[in-house]
């Protein structure tokens, strides 16, 4: 006969186990720092009263205590004290280590979940160590800015899960980003450099309760509105679909695009191949080979996302608003994103203080950018333009905002009357328009180009 009282608390034990193993394990068990190895820079770390210290030392490059262990797939959860509000310190994820790179001592690189208690804020953002730089500025989720409390304990919460990083900050979500590099590697807990600032010599960083569970994982769902960093080319996450993001272009084909002042999409100028539409170079010229292209549809409010790769010297541009109406030569009219080589293309010593570089609103405004975060010329750099109902626009650069401005506001009107400009009739105004990628006649890619109506 079946006990089915014994068979009960047999099922009842092994579903108690299989609870248990699923459940976050220490990372660190208070007293020693077995399982850990310093690596990189020179700053010490102890355990002291259940945690990880952390000591800024003058004259020593990033340091960093890391796992011996790699981890894929998992959940950390971190407490993180950093004394002090002029440096920073950091967490790494699936991070790897170069033994040859920082003169021998070895260069940590991989994407880390940022602690910075400046004016700037971007707590909980996520920067990639010595390779790509930012990936997730605070500039992409602004309300999250007041999140990190100074001088105190913050609480974090990192999500590691397939092809996903999600961060939350004292419980509130923070930075989203879908990144395919990477797939395992180490945690480590940085003390950052200070170099001979004896302000932060022998300030501390301390880390407790640091949890991590990879078995059983559960993401955490983000609220609606939290913008997300895809690095997946010409793709779209279920989040980004349920937020009303489109493609623009599907990675194939032409589709949705014709030429502008055209009935079909150019025969020539223009090549998609490998998950990339590029303009083919004709020798720097405006709009002589293929043309400018132009979505089909037309936009009014709107959150426009792309990526661009520029070859050395080369111009391009990405004009929004553009209606077609004026029937000119040339470059179809509409406000545009500068696509530029600074350092090589001539137009970027034109126009005035700099209004027709990267990332500026052409010959009206100029981006405010600072060179680290920029990707050297043959990377894959990130811009953004966002439209509002009320008819503000920003512009963005990887992730940072460069520029800001009110269609049609008088301040507006006073650049257009002394820009390249004045001679056309509302411009910058008209209700809605097409999206442009422009031909100026140099090689430049163009991929996972997305829109939002707002």
């Not at 480590?188 to 640091?210: A, M, P, R, S, T």
């Not at 097409?434 to 163009?446: E, M, R, S, Y």
């Amino acid at each position: 006969m079946l006990n089915l009282k014994k068979y009960s608390i047999l099922a009842f034990s092994l579903i108690t186990l299989s609870a248990s193993a699923q459940k976050a394990k220490p990372l660190f068990d208070g007293k020693t720092l077995t399982g850990w190895k310093a690596v990189a820079g020179a700053a010490p770390y102890r355990a002291e009263d259940g945690m990880i210290v952390g000591t800024m030392t003058k004259g020593t490059p990033n340091s960093f205590l890391i796992t011996e262990k790699e981890y894929g797939d998992f959940i950390l959860e971190l407490d993180v004290k950093l004394e002090g509000e002029t440096t920073n310190s950091g967490i790494q994820t699936r991070s790897h280590i170069k033994p040859e790179g920082n003169n021998g001592k070895g260069l940590v690189f991989g994407r880390q979940v940022e602690i910075d208690p400046t004016p700037r804020a971007w707590t909980g953002g996520i920067y990639d160590e010595a390779r790509r730089l930012w990936l997730y500025p605070l500039e992409l989720n602004p309300s999250a800015k007041p999140l990190y409390k100074k001088n105190e304990f913050n609480h974090y919460r990192i999500e590691c899960i397939g092809n996903e990083t999600k961060t939350w900050v004292n419980g509130n979500p923070v930075a989203y980003v879908i990144d395919t590099l990477d797939k395992t590697g180490f945690i480590g807990l940085q003390v950052h450099g200070i170099g001979n600032n004896l302000e932060n010599d022998g300030k501390k960083v301390y880390f407790k309760n640091i949890n991590i569970q990879t078995e059983g994982l559960k993401a955490k769902a983000f609220p609606k509105g939290v913008y997300t960093v895809n690095l997946t080319p010409n793709t779209l996450s279920t989040y980004e679909k349920s937020e009303g993001y489109k493609l623009l272009f599907d990675g194939k084909s032409n589709a949705g695009w014709i030429g502008a002042y055209k009935t079909a999409f150019p025969a020539k100028g223009w090549k998609i191949a490998d998950g990339i539409i590029s303009v083919e170079p004709s020798g720097g010229a405006e709009s002589t080979n293929g043309g400018d292209i132009v979505t089909r549809d037309e936009y009014a409010a709107f959150d426009l996302s792309f990526e661009f790769r520029l070859t050395p010297g080369a111009n391009s541009g990405v004009k929004y608003f553009v209606t077609l109406s004026e029937n000119n030569t040339g470059s179809a009219i509409g406000l545009e994103y500068q696509v530029l080589d600074d350092v090589l293309h001539p137009d970027a010593k034109l126009g005035r203080d700099g209004n027709r570089t990267l990332a500026s609103l052409y010959d009206l405004i100029t981006a405010k950018k600072e060179a680290r975060f920029l990707r050297p010329i043959g990377s894959w750099n990130n811009g953004r333009v966002v439209v509002y109902p009320n008819n503000k626009v920003e512009h963005y650069l990887n992730g940072v905002k460069v520029l800001e401005y009110t269609r049609g506001s008088e301040e507006f009107k006073k650049l257009v009357a002394i820009s390249k400009y004045k001679d056309w009739k509302n411009f910058g105004e008209a209700p809605k328009g097409h999206i442009l990628l422009q031909d100026h006649g140099n090689k430049v890619d163009f991929r996972t180009i997305k829109i939002k109506t707002l």
